[in-house]
């Protein structure tokens, strides 16, 4: 009998199974590292234990540090929630042989299905339609090279334990090959401790759709419709919708059966998620089942009115399957947007520092599980510091709505209305997507954010502050001091302010703007006699200014111009806070231009330093493992004359 679960998890998913978890009367215990000692997720359960330092390594891959957590508290479950050790069958037998319920599935279906290859062999025995691919177990080289030349381009180079996007490069030609077997191998090793790879020809133009499967431990198995995950950014989902726009009822069925017959041709128990392709023809295609429940399950919870950790809690303590697949009814259209803390104009590089303000609460609508017609899940608050150390998505924006364009609509709103200020973050970007011509036809395809990258798509552009915003961010900065008082004195003055790189001076109190009050995390002004309610936050003597989404940092600065200084080529610097992944190079070793000298990750993502002009190693900083500031010296060059 379950009494008490921890959750072997951060962030918003480890709030996320609580919150269920304690409605139904169970006890909670949460873990943290160095890194998350005052987190969210800390305070919302009943007990808290450390385990361990801030890289995932000593602490929520740790395997040992959580069973003895268990131990401590008198857990008796374990919920693993996503990502980490949620797909680890070492870890649920581990629990198991600790007297543990995992609350997830069995070891051996994790294990048949957490080999990629093994799954595919699996599905096609299983009469599951899949992708053609290698799945052999000679990794050589030279194996794969002529495996890929049979196969053809494009294709994938996928990590065989991999998910998540982990451990996958994309081919578009031969000479790209090598790179991406290196690539995928490292990755691989690091993220899942095995460097074993497939291949797979990449169905171009295609879409990405999901069904949500569950099984009991009675032999009984329900798929809960479908997902479309397909718009992605470097394979990682960004959206995700539920029911498919593109799906009929006669095409549900269809895939809905498939994904049945993959959960039990494994011995599936609890919640799953069965991964397809789908072409231009709609023909799907299997590509992988996910053996825990998925970021994007809130939009399944939306339109089938269900709670899917419910059902896990309750399938883990041996109940039945709470409804047949006949009393599976589904209701309107639900859209997820995943927001990270990444620049989307600026390559998507991962961000990380202090989050002065975050205000979900503003959002009209909100409800628990979307009733409401908007839902934010999350784990972070004002005063937070986003770290490298894991995933860099901090929250999850879900609409609800009688159809897809009245959910797009409560979406847009959301986003617009409980910016992130602090960090930058694709939150406009996100509320851009959404209202895309490609994204309201039902247009896009996996690859489509990534080519509007590479093209420069509008999109893509970073927003620049109108007018308005610059008049209001000099009327409230001009009308006081950070505590909102300037002395009559020096009432009458020019101000500069600095957003963006642009600098602008105004004589105020300006014409036509008028500024009442900041209170709560919103900003009351009038502009050209428009009172406007507008998202904001000061920071000394930072304004954060939310304008239609996009986050405005207005800065009062010298009116003095500075001079400016040029990046010095002698110096590479870690581009981002992470940890320093890979060094190759060497004090002495000579480098030429363009040659790359050391990889710092940080929230999945690896950034290469290369040399920008030729010279020598004269001094190297950085060490693998080791977590480096944004900006941090990492190799000194002398340069060739």
Known sequence: MISKILVANRGEIACRVMRTAQRLGYRTVAVYSDADAGATHVRHADEAVHIGAAPAGDSYLNRAALLAAARRTGADAVHPGYGFLSERADFAQACADAGLVFIGPPPSAIRAMGDKAAAKRKMIEAGVPCAPGYLGEDQSDERLAAEAMRLGLPLLVKAVAGGGGRGMRLVRSLDELPAAIRGARREAASAFGDDALMLERLIDDGRHIEIQVFADAHGQAVHLGERD??????????????????????????????????????????????????????????????????????????????????WQLRIAAGEPLPLTQEQITFSGHAIEARLYAEDPYDGWKPQTGRIVDWRPERVAGMGAHGAGGVRIDHGIEAGAEVTPYYDAMVAKFIAHGRDRA???????????????????????????????????????????????????????????????????????????????????????????????????????????????????????????????????AQDGATLHLAIDGAVFEFTESSPYPVAATGADPSRACAPVAGVVAQVLVAVGDAVAAGQPLVCVEAMKMEMWLHAVVPGTVKALHAVVRQSVASGALLVELDIAE
């Open 229 to 310: 995950c397909t718009a992605q950014r470097r394979r990682q989902k960004v959206i995700e919708e539920a029911p498919s726009p593109v799906v009929s009822p006669a095409m549900r069925a269809a895939m809905g059966r498939d994904a049945v017959a993959a959960a039990l041709a494994v011995g599936y128990r609890g919640a799953g998620t069965v991964e397809f392709i789908v072409d231009g023809g709609l023909h799907h295609h299997f590509l992988e089942m996910n053996t825990r429940l998925q970021v994007e399950h809130p939009v399944t919870e939306c339109i089938t009115g269900l709670d899917l950790v419910e």
């Open 406 to 536: 009245d959910a797009v609509r409560r979406l847009t709103r959301a986003l617009e209305d409980a910016p992130l200020f602090g960090l930058r973050s694709n939150g406009r970007f996100l509320r851009d997507l959404v209202k895309h011509p490609d994204f309201t036809a039902a247009a896009l395809t996996t690859t489509r954010l990534d080519e509007w990258a590479a093209g420069g798509e509008r999109l893509l552009q970073r927003p620049t502050p109108p007018d308005a915003a610059w008049r209001t961010a000099a009327a409230w900065l001009g009308g006081g001091t950070v505590d909102g008082v300037r002395p009559a004195s020096v009432e009458a003055h020019e101000l500069t302010l600095e957003c963006n790189g642009e600098i602008r001076t105004f004589r105020v109190p300006l014409a036509g703007v008028t500024v009442s009050s900041l209170v709560d995390g919103e900003l009351r002004c009038a502009v050209d006699g428009v009172h406007q309610r507008c998202p904001a």
